[in-house]
């Protein structure tokens, strides 16, 4: 079974940047969809963006169009969100899943199966 883990998060000001990375060990990520999600406190999680394994088609929740960009690199077997202009909103924590099915436009987290631990986001003057 795959197993992800994220990192690169981290405090930023607002309109800042960062890259989360999650790396998979175990099977390579070339037969998997990868979502990320993220949940703050009190909410509940939601889809950020997911990646295809068939075509690398992307997909963004209205609130990150623009801002965020996912991309996998399957030789290094991680996927990236690189989030620039950061808002106090997007303040979360973050997770990347692998998806268990091909249909991932819909971001439902029934619908991914392994997680990682969570990577913190938090965007603060």
């Known amino acids: 079974q795959v197993q992800l883990v994220e990192s690169g998060g981290g405090l930023v000001q607002p309109g800042g940047s960062l890259r989360l990375s999650c790396a998979a060990s175990?099977?390579?990520?070339?037969?998997?969809?990868i979502g990320w999600f993220r949940q703050a406190p009190g909410k509940e999680r939601e889809g950020v963006s997911c990646i295809s394994h068939i075509d690398s088609s992307t997909y963004y929740a209205d609130s990150v169009k623009g801002r965020f960009t996912i991309s996998r690199d399957n030789a290094k077997n991680t996927v990236y969100l690189q989030m620039n202009s950061l808002k106090p909103e997007d303040t979360a924590v973050y997770y990347c899943a692998t998806a268990l099915f091909a249909d991932i436009a819909t971001m439902d987290a029934a619908n991914f199966g392994s997680w990682g631990q969570g990577t913190q986001v938090t965007v603060s003057a």
């Open positions: 175990g099977p390579t990520l070339d037969f998997y969809g």
